[in-house]
């Protein structure tokens, strides 16, 4: 929090925290958040507060969500510019959504397997797969997609390659490696 007014009350700063909190349950890559709050120009004869926020994220081609509102009080600038920065951020979600969905249909299109050897008679076969990060429900789609009995995936929360599967009971299981 920036504030170069004349002084913005604790509750607010505490109402600002708890609706940024929001944030989060909708992207969990908010790494960041700035929240800066500027009394306008003293020579307007009824100044209106400024608040600027920026939200940064752990993404790399989607880096930024920005808003910058006024209004005759702070609280309601700051009402503003937090409904318009959450608009961006679960805008931004969805892009990225569509985004990794377009890729895995053209990957899978493409051909994201490298078949080595011939698999015949006992002689050892070596897959070699291009591999996208992915979460646990992108890879669960995948294997119902899918013509085998497992799916094979790169996790993005812990980017370690896993394995999932369906139990005969119907559930799904993950296998992730632990290196010992």
Do not use: W
């Amino acid at each position: 929090m920036h504030d170069r007014t004349e002084g913005i009350p604790d509750r607010l700063v505490d109402y600002a925290e708890q609706r940024l909190l929001r944030l989060g349950r909708h992207f969990d890559r908010v790494q960041q958040v700035e929240v800066e709050f500027e009394d306008e120009s003293r020579r307007v004869p009824s100044p209106n507060c400024v608040v600027r926020i920026t939200v940064r994220t752990d993404g790399h081609r989607h880096p930024v969500a920005h808003a910058h509102e006024k209004a005759p009080e702070a609280r309601t600038a700051l009402d503003l510019a937090l409904d318009k920065v959450d608009r961006q951020v679960v805008k931004l979600k969805e892009k990225i959504k569509i985004e990794r969905k377009r890729a895995s249909q053209t990957g899978d299109e493409a051909g994201d397997l490298d078949v080595e050897g011939g698999g015949h008679g006992g002689e050892l076969e070596r897959v070699r797969m291009k591999l996208r990060p992915e979460t646990i429900e992108d890879a669960e789609a995948g294997l119902q997609t899918g013509d085998h009995p497992f799916y094979v995936f790169l996790d993005e929360s812990s980017g370690q390659v896993n394995v999932c599967y369906r139990r005969p009971d119907g559930g799904l299981t993950v296998i992730e490696p632990v290196v010992t």
